[in-house]
């Protein structure tokens, strides 16, 4: 399953997404985790870090000192979450999900 969304919470505007970041993390069972900024906080890299995860995460604008992180890795997180977020506007999204998975495998991208 590396490369491929795990699991999805989907939580209210309002609420940040890193509050329901601890229920996430025990779905990881690669190397590495991608996520957005809204992840970037010590607790969940701390969190990573003591699983042996690398944290694709790149620094969120709060942070003094910008930590580094994968870019062309990350550019994978950008193209699964697109197709994501077009499957919740609409249901007829979900073959684009679909293509973007198999086009993730078929080019060696996972």
């Known amino acids: ?3 491929r969304p795990l699991e999805m919470i989907l939580t209210p505007g309002q609420q940040h997404d890193c509050t329901v970041a601890d229920r ?3 779905f990881i069972t690669g190397d590495a985790c991608l996520a957005d900024g809204s992840y970037d906080t010590n ?4 969190e990573l870090h003591q699983r ?3 944290a694709v995460i790149p ?3 709060e942070r003094k000192k910008k930590r580094r992180h994968d870019k062309e890795l990350y ?8 197709a994501q977020t077009q499957a919740i506007k609409t249901p007829f999204a ?8 198999s086009w993730l495998v078929a080019h060696g991208r996972t």
């Open 1 to 3: 399953m590396h490369g």
């Open 24 to 26: 996430l993390i025990d």
């Open 43 to 46: 607790a969940i890299l701390d």
């Open 52 to 54: 042996g995860i690398e």
């Open 59 to 61: 620094s969120g604008q």
């Open 75 to 82: 550019k994978q997180r950008y193209l699964v979450e697109t």
């Open 94 to 101: 979900l073959p684009s999900i679909a293509a973007c998975s």
